[in-house]
Antibody, heavy 118, light 106 residues
Framework: QVQLQESGPGLVKPPETLSLTCSVS????????LHWFRQPPGKGLEWIGYMYYSGSTNYNPSLKTRVTISVDTSTNQFSLELTSVTAADTAFYYC????????????WGQGSLVTVSS | EIVLTQSPGTLSLSPGERATLSCRASQSVSSTFLAWYQHKPGQAPRLLIYGASTRATGIPDRFSGSGSGTDFTLTINRLESEDSAVYYCHQFGGWAFGPGTKVEIK
């Protein structure tokens, strides 16, 4: 049974860096695209970006200058870093995967609420 | 960038009824890239439909997807209480999802 679980601080001060990790169990992350999304309370879902397990990345242009997604195949985890956060970055953050060659996200994490506040 | 619009915003129906959810794109979308997701509070979003009409593994046949071009539909037959959720459409490659349709079961 494939499971993804986000973890990280629930509170981040501006203008620090938000860091989250997604732990994948039940399957190797090899040959998958690994994604991060966010949803501010009461607002829509936004795709932050993704990384192929081998290292190539693609980021949402609106966040590109502040986002880094990285992967650690030895621990079957991937991570999100978002720098210079503001209150506008307060959101539920979700990780997900998509099999290589497909165009959908087949498994997601439950989400992690990150609040940006001093 | 392609903008997805979903309607209605909220759908309130009784068990056993049919729900028809609409997803409209601002320009033509390849059906290959259109998916629907179900999201319940506190839970992981769940893939329902991909390629506009293919049910994901384990999804009951009460759920069906159709459409092409700019107009896509998710139909939920014989509604059950467990279908209460927000449903999102998404075009793979687009950074934003549709705004979602909230389905409430009376």
């Amino acid at each position: 049974q494939v499971q993804l679980q986000e973890s990280g601080p629930g509170l981040v001060k501006p203008p620090e860096t938000l860091s989250l990790t997604c732990s994948v169990s039940g399957a190797s992350i090899d040959n998958y695209y690994l994604h991060w999304f966010r949803q501010p309370p009461g607002k829509g879902l936004e795709w932050i970006g993704y990384m192929y397990y081998s290292g190539s990345t693609n980021y949402n242009p609106s966040l590109k200058t502040r986002v880094t997604i990285s992967v650690d195949t030895s621990t079957n985890q991937f991570s999100l870093e978002l720098t210079s956060v503001t209150a506008a970055d307060t959101a539920f953050y979700y990780c997900a995967r998509s099999p290589m060659g497909t165009f959908y996200f087949d498994y997601w994490g439950q989400g992690s609420l990150v609040t940006v506040s001093s | 960038e392609i903008v997805l619009t979903q309607s209605p915003g909220t759908l309130s129906l009784s068990p056993g009824e049919r729900a028809t959810l609409s997803c409209r794109a601002s320009q033509s979308v390849s059906s290959t890239f259109l998916a629907w997701y179900q999201h319940k509070p506190g839970q992981a979003p769940r893939l329902l439909i991909y390629g506009a009409s293919t049910r994901a593994t384990g999804i009951p046949d009460r759920f069906s997807g159709s459409g092409s071009g700019t107009d896509f539909t998710l139909t939920i037959n014989r509604l059950e209480s467990e279908d209460s959720a927000v449903y999102y459409c998404h075009q793979f490659g687009g950074w934003a999802f549709g705004p979602g349709t909230k389905v409430e079961i009376k």
